[in-house]
């Protein structure tokens, strides 16, 4: 006699190894991820909820993950008074001049730091990239970023790829691979 969970074993497995290669496939390619610096996840992983208010944005206007939705992200998390992160974030703006458009964006979100602070390490000029105000950390400790920088490449669904804690120079042939890689997915 068969058990009567028996009928709805083989749908369930069949359900659970479909969603298990859609993961896998979703994962960047490891070696690669690797020789852009970044650790590679096994799985694609939901990414916690984003909303902030967007830096100098009128009435700083907050933009939330909807607002990046169908495109490759580098969510960078620093602050103007991270000497590391000051050193790396010209290669982010260089990344995102060669890269960025309506498949792939770099977003700075800037923790624990002031519009002032951010404003004068931008010396006058308007950023090339969206910079969002984690003002009291609490974005950053729900991605796990335990101090700056802190960076995650997530994919066109808003899920985390691969991540990478310390400075970085994001401009690299490898990175630019990675990221193409991951737009063509």
């Given amino acids: 006699m068969r058990h009567p969970r028996a009928a709805f074993a083989l749908p369930l497995l069949a359900i659970v190894m479909t969603a298990s290669a859609v993961a896998v496939a979703a994962a960047p390619d490891a070696e690669l991820a690797r020789k852009a610096g970044m650790e590679p996840y096994p799985t694609a992983l939901r990414a916690p909820p984003l909303r902030l208010p967007s830096f100098g944005g009128p009435g700083n206007e907050s933009r939330g993950a909807e607002d990046y939705k169908g495109r490759v992200v580098l969510l960078n998390f ?10 790396e974030f010209p290669s982010l703006e260089r990344l995102q ?14 923790v624990s730091d002031s519009e002032d602070g951010i404003g004068r390490f931008l010396a006058g000029r308007k950023p090339v990239f969206d910079i969002l105000m984690d003002n009291d950390g609490a974005t950053a400790a729900a991605f796990r970023a335990r101090g700056v920088p802190v960076t995650y490449l997530l994919d066109r ?3 985390l790829l691969a991540g990478k804690t310390g400075p970085q120079h994001w401009d690299s042939p490898a990175m630019e691979e990675l990221i193409r ?3 063509a997915r």
């Fill in 181 to 183: 890689q991951t737009i």
């Fill in 157 to 159: 669904q808003g899920r």
């Fill in 78 to 87: 620093w602050a103007s008074w991270c000497p590391p992160c000051r050193e």
């Fill in 97 to 110: 001049q060669k890269l960025g458009g309506k498949d792939f964006t770099v977003l700075a979100v800037s």
